[in-house]
Structure formats: C-alpha cells, structure tokens
C-alpha cells in the first residue's frame, strides 16, 4: 500500500497526517508503528487520518493514533496542527483580506471550535483552540485516588460557583521521592506534579524511566500523561504566569510539548494556588504555548502549527 502523508508539528510534538476521507485506511498496529519509527520510517509522535465528520457542523473528523499504535481520545498539539492540514489545503473558508478565519473540528473528544490566523500567503501560522471543561472528580480521569477535602470552584456558570470534587496534590511514592499530583481530564487524563527550587530544575530532571511507570501506575485504570512542572512566575491581572513543563505521555513516552497536558498544568496550578491569573505562558522543550482557562470554565489554547514536508510511502 502506497500513502501519500503530510509530515506536520506543533511546538515540536510531530506528526504524520494522511488523508482518509474516503474512508478505507485501516492501520494495523506495526503500520503505525513504522509510519513513526525515526529510523526506519517518517518518524513521529502519532498518525492522524482526516476522515470526514458525522457532524454537519464540523469540517472533518481527527483520528488520532498513538506511535505505539494505541487510540487517544485527543491531542491539543495534533488538533492545531489539523487545524493547519484544513485550512492549507483548502478544507476550510478563509477570510484572506483579515488574515484570520474560524471552524469547527470533530474529535474523539467532541467537537472543538478553532481560531486561526493566517501569513501572507493564505497558510494558517498560528491557530486558537476551545479545549473543553476541565474535569477534576477521580472517576472522570479515571483514578484510583480519593478526592482530597479541597473542593475546586472551577468557573462562574450561570452566576454560580461550580463545586466539583477534585485529587488536589495527592501523594505517590515514585523514584524521584514522594510526589503530590493534581489530577485534571482534558478530554484525556493528567497528573501534574510540580516541583520547586531554581528555575532549570524541570530541565534536568531523568525522567527517562520514571515517567513511563507513572504513566502506567496502577492509580490511573486508563494510564495517565503525567506532567512534570515548575512555576517560574506566579503573573497578575496585568500579565500571564510563566510555567516550565515537560510531559511524558500515553502510549509515546517524553514528547517535545503536549498541547492537552499544557492545558491540564494550567488549570492545576490555578486550583492548587501556585499561580495569581488564569492565563499562562508554557515554555515546553518544543516550543511556547499559551493557555487561558475563561470566565465560562473552558481552557483555550493558543500556539503555531508547522508543515515540514510531504511525500509518499510504501507500508
């Protein structure tokens, strides 16, 4: 079988797209697996077939798969990056006199609505995602872990407080030493723990082996990314918190940045009070992202989309 794909990344989380609105591409497992083998493949964190919508409203269906071949729910770097394959390829309108355009995308998440912006030549540079709610109780992660007795007030809804059970900080022996995790489902599971001292402490942290075990530990049922964090601004009204971040994900182990991970940081280090505001600047080793989690409890996700080359391949 010969495919002709799209090599794409965002913040340096890379994957290989192709195009399967007709709907006859079945992958199996080690096609995957080849399709991102940096050596004996194209080499990527994920495939993603653009498959049509059952949704009149939404452009086209993301089919996200994991390089070890396994189904992700969603993928924040991966749904900017569609972003980029629709509008570039002529799936999406485009206003070209403002340089700015909007649609709505279809995942295994649900929908999600993009923003995007354009450069000169009609390409989407950068794009503005609507990740969803956050989600905290221990069963929609899903985790093992009780709720602690920190009870999250998410958002204003509706000219309420929204309360909902949340694992605030809880601790788990791991081999870095006993670490406290904030768990947070955005439209996939996190736990975020953050960590202290000087600013590159994040930055050198062997996460090599750790990371893969606290991703399978047995309090996630349904495996966990897991997120390792420092602040390294708390920000203001007046400007956003700065946050280091490194994320070893399900099913891919240490990926360059994770878009929904980005996400689930920010909204962790505001229940657990580590940052002043609601918006964040996310320095990831791929790249930065910008998180704001809104007034109406949804966390978007602001951040470039790249095209690195096409070609074809024979599986």
Same mark, same amino acid.
């Given at each position: 079988m010969e495919l002709f794909?799209?090599? =794409?990344?965002?913040?340096?989380?890379?994957?290989?797209?192709?195009?399967?609105?007709?709907q006859e591409i079945e992958l199996s497992t080690k096609q995957v697996q080849l399709l991102c083998d940096r050596n004996l493949g194209i080499g990527a964190d994920g495939v993603i077939l653009v498959r049509p919508s059952e949704h009149a409203d939404c452009v086209a269906y993301m089919h996200y798969i994991n390089n070890d071949g396994s189904l992700a729910e969603m993928c924040g770097n991966g749904v900017r990056c569609f972003a980029k394959y629709l509008v570039d390829k002529g799936f999406v309108e485009t206003c070209e006199s403002c340089g700015k355009g909007s649609f709505i995308a279809d995942t295994l998440a649900g929908k999600r609505s993009i923003s995007f912006t354009m450069d000169d030549e009609g390409l989407l540079l950068e794009a503005s995602v609507d990740m969803g709610e956050p989600a905290f109780a221990p069963e929609d992660i899903p985790?093992?872990?009780?709720?602690? #007795?920190? @009870? @999250? !007030? %998410?958002?204003l809804v509706d000219g309420e407080e929204a309360e909902e059970p949340a694992v605030v900080d809880a601790m788990l022996d791991t081999p870095l030493g006993e670490l406290a995790f904030t768990c947070v489902n955005m439209g996939n599971p996190h736990a975020v723990t953050f960590f202290g001292g000087a600013d590159d402490t994040v930055t050198g942290l062997d996460i090599r082996d750790v990371g893969p075990l606290?991703?399978?530990?047995?309090?996630?049922?349904?495996? %966990?990314?897991?997120?390792?964090?420092?602040?390294?601004?708390?920000? #203001?009204?007046?400007?956003? %918190?700065?946050?280091?971040? !490194? @994320?070893?994900?399900?099913?891919?182990?240490?990926?360059? %940045?994770?878009?929904?991970g980005t996400c689930a940081t920010v909204v962790a280090a505001v229940v657990t009070g580590r940052i002043a505001t609601r918006k964040a600047l996310v320095h990831l080793p791929g790249g930065d992202l910008l998180i704001e989690w809104l007034a109406n409890n949804h966390v978007? =996700?602001?951040?470039?989309? @790249?095209?690195?080359?096409?070609?074809?391949?024979?599986l």
């Open positions: 794909f799209t090599k =794409m990344h965002g913040t340096g989380n890379d994957f290989v797209f192709i195009d399967d609105l007709s985790t093992t872990l009780a709720a602690t #007795s920190v @009870v @999250v !007030r %998410a958002a606290l991703v399978q530990h047995e309090a996630f049922p349904k495996q %966990a990314n897991i997120e390792f964090a420092q602040v390294l601004q708390q920000g #203001s009204e007046a400007e956003p %918190a700065e946050i280091r971040l !490194r @994320v070893c994900e399900r099913g891919v182990g240490e990926t360059l %940045a994770c878009g929904t978007r =996700m602001t951040g470039p989309a @790249v095209t690195v080359y096409e070609g074809t391949i024979t």
